[in-house]
């Protein structure tokens, strides 16, 4: 199971919207491993070809993309990409290019190039296997798959606390200040 935090998604989405020109684009997802997967913590957008049909990234930029997963202690633990329309299976091209042919590896392909900032069960999930690519069905993605909140602020401004407060006082403790 790896674990996304939706500010790391929210922040590729928004990394993948910079891009005006209509090309696919990539980036990989690395982070720790845990007992029972791994949990992003860095995003990494690899300095790649970018056309309308596919992207290319070269072995110099692999290696680039990859020198900081030692020095981290960290992993590559999925790549995501785009493609065009929103059809989100694997190419003969994302099946021969992804950035493993391992089993147990993940590539997500969102649609319409994630301009239109699709939720993980918006994408094609693809699960690298001894036969090669398979995409996963919505069922089996949530086995591979889930994003958590990375933020989550349960803070209260002062001026909230202070009114709730005052509403949890019965009416007569208001006038307390003229018993002194």
Partial sequence: MIT??????????????????QVEQV???????????????????????LEPGRFHVVPEAMNQAGKHLRALRLR???QVHTHPTEWTGHSQWDNEWAYSQLPGAISIVLP?????KPRLEQTGVHLRTSAGWRQLSPQEVLLHLRLVPGVLDFRRTYETARIESARKRSWWSFFTFWKH
């Fill in 112 to 116: 319409h190039f994630a301009r239109t």
């Fill in 76 to 78: 590559r633990l999925a």
């Fill in 27 to 49: 980036c990989y997802l690395d982070g720790v491993m845990v007992e029972d997967g791994g949990v992003v913590t860095t995003m990494t957008i690899p300095s790649a070809i």
């Fill in 4 to 21: 996304i935090p939706e500010t790391i998604w929210a922040s590729m989405l928004a990394e993948f919207g910079k891009e005006k020109r």
